[in-house]
């Protein structure tokens, strides 16, 4: 058997002109390059003045929503907390008095009920879980800041607003 031997191609080295050692044609190239993105439409949106559109799935905010009656719909069940994965989801279950069980149907409610927001994944499983049909993720973008308690939304800011009858 023949030895391998190695083919290397050897480049001839052609002096540079004097524009290539003074870099000119690299910056007129980096330059057109510029010039040309000042005539190209802007990708970038001014968020809080514009809104972009959302698909039809899009998950945003929680909303913990009321019946036809204006009552909530969480009974407590607490499936919504255990199908989530990040474990956002916190609820504390308290038992209705005896007199308000005819005016809810329900002997339980959540008497807390509070999902960290830094910890959600917004999959939609605890949508999906829920009996009740109590939780959706139809709300508008989860508003930034600047402190860690303030991403954990309580009933306060989950629960929709009563509807107003006529």
């Known amino acids: 058997m023949e030895p391998l031997t190695s ?3 050897v480049l001839e080295k052609k002096p540079l002109t004097f524009a290539e050692r003074m870099y000119l044609p ?9 010039i040309s993105h ?20 899009f998950r945003g905010m929680h909303s913990l929503k009321r019946d036809e009656n204006g009552k909530e719909r969480c009974t407590a069940c607490g499936l919504c907390a255990l199908s989530c994965p990040a474990e ?3 609820m504390i279950a308290s038992e209705r008095k005896p007199e308000e ?21 917004f999959c939609g ?4 879980a829920c009996p009740k049909e109590a939780i959706y993720l139809d709300g ?11 991403f954990i939304y309580g009933k306060d800011k989950l629960v929709e607003a009563p509807l107003e009858k006529k």
Do not use: H
Not at 38 to 57: C, D, H, L, M, V
Not at 125 to 128: G, P, S
């Open 7 to 9: 083919k290397k191609k």
């Open 26 to 34: 690299a910056i007129t190239k980096g330059l057109a390059i510029t």
């Open 38 to 57: 000042f005539f190209k439409k802007e990708a970038t949106i001014r968020y809080p003045e514009e809104q972009r559109e959302f698909s039809t799935n």
């Open 88 to 90: 956002a989801i916190t």
């Open 101 to 121: 069980i005819d005016l809810y149907r329900e002997e339980k409610y959540a008497s807390v009920y509070e999902i960290n927001m830094l910890r959600c994944i």
């Open 125 to 128: 499983l605890c949508e999906e």
């Open 140 to 150: 508008p973008i989860v508003p930034s800041d600047y402190l860690r308690k303030d």
